[in-house]
């Protein structure tokens, strides 16, 4: 019998000296240095295999994830009771025309604006109408609907009626006999 190759787990060097318990134990439950290595190993090719998907994306692609961000953006601002000045529409306009990789002369003759009001609506010069609103939803064919742009409008309304003392104080003068109601 000493020619015989071993066949089993327990004529094997590696295993001399274990229980059929302590073998099985090793083979159901690996050690945890082993298995930490083969998780970093899988980890690291997964994040490997998704940084070579996402730089081999095609510009159409590119341009569709930058508008889904500002689409998530645009939805987590409007529905978030904080105020952020430097959130407005102009803001969100420049990033919309930034994510499509256009100029601003480009994307005032898509939509068909001049450019000087076009520059109006992203310095917030100027508000822009609905016709307009509806252009931009048209333009990134529903990926941003309109009401989300107008929703972002009516929060710089919102802030601004709350906020504008010198507009309280004139239109106060206007009102009388206020109602007095005690509880």
């Known amino acids: 019998m000493k020619n015989k190759a071993p066949n089993t787990l327990n004529e094997s060097h590696d295993f001399e000296g274990l229980s059929d318990r302590e073998l099985a134990e090793a083979f159901i ?26 730089e081999s994306r095609s510009k159409q692609q590119k341009i569709y994830d930058k508008l889904l961000q500002l689409k998530f953006q645009l939805e987590d601002y409007v529905t978030n009771q904080k105020y952020d000045a430097d959130a407005n529409f102009g803001f969100f306009l420049n990033e919309y025309i930034n994510g499509l990789e256009k100029q601003d002369k480009q994307f005032a003759a898509d939509i068909d604006v001049k450019p000087a009001v076009l520059s109006g609506y992203i310095n917030n010069h100027r508000k822009p109408p609905h016709k307009i609103i509806i252009r931009l939803e048209l333009h990134s064919n529903g990926i941003i609907p309109a009401h989300i742009w107008y929703r972002l409008l009516q929060k710089d309304k919102e802030h601004q009626i709350k906020t504008d003392e010198v507009m309280r104080k004139e239109e106060s003068s206007h009102v009388k006999n206020k109602l007095q109601l005690f509880f």
């Open 29 to 54: 439950f690996p050690s945890i240095e082993n298995t930490d290595k083969v998780e970093k190993k899988e980890d690291e090719d997964f994040w490997k295999e998704r940084q070579q998907q996402f």
